[in-house]
């Protein structure tokens, strides 16, 4: 059986629907819901690291904290972990790691592909 840990919003359609796919493919899911216990800047560059995508690929910049903290196509990486890591709303969701792979679950059934 996979363990896999799903960075958890529940509240998001998407990210209910990722741990319905994870649960019924009987993989042992850790539940952390983000908002309630946000990444720092280290869990977050970690969680970049096991993504192998850069911290642009992870924010929502379609979020009212994106501008309100003066991000824009030209913020670097340090300004948006430091931005995630104030906001953890700008974090895009849901997020499952398995060992040293991670996918963004968008669309849900990427998730999926940590059980292979």
């Known amino acids: 059986m996979v363990a896999v840990t799903l960075y958890h919003n529940p509240r998001c359609s998407k990210s209910r629907a990722a741990l319905a ?3 019924e493919r009987g993989a042992a899911v850790e539940v952390v ?3 309630a216990t946000p990444l720092d800047e280290a869990g977050l560059r970690e969680l970049l690291r096991r993504l192998g995508r850069p911290a642009a690929e992870l924010v929502r910049r ?3 904290e994106y501008k309100a903290a003066g991000l824009g196509p030209a913020s670097d ?3 948006l972990l430091a931005a995630m890591a104030t ?3 700008l974090m895009e969701r ?4 398995a060992g040293e792979r991670a996918v963004i679950g968008r669309p849900p059934e990427r998730v999926l592909e940590l059980l292979s």
């Not at 849901?94 to 790691?97: F, I, K, L």
């Open 62 to 64: 379609s979020e009212p």
């Open 94 to 97: 849901p997020v499952a790691v």
């Open 33 to 35: 819901r983000y908002l």
């Open 87 to 89: 906001h953890p709303k």
């Open 21 to 23: 796919l994870l649960e």
């Open 77 to 79: 990486e340090d300004q």
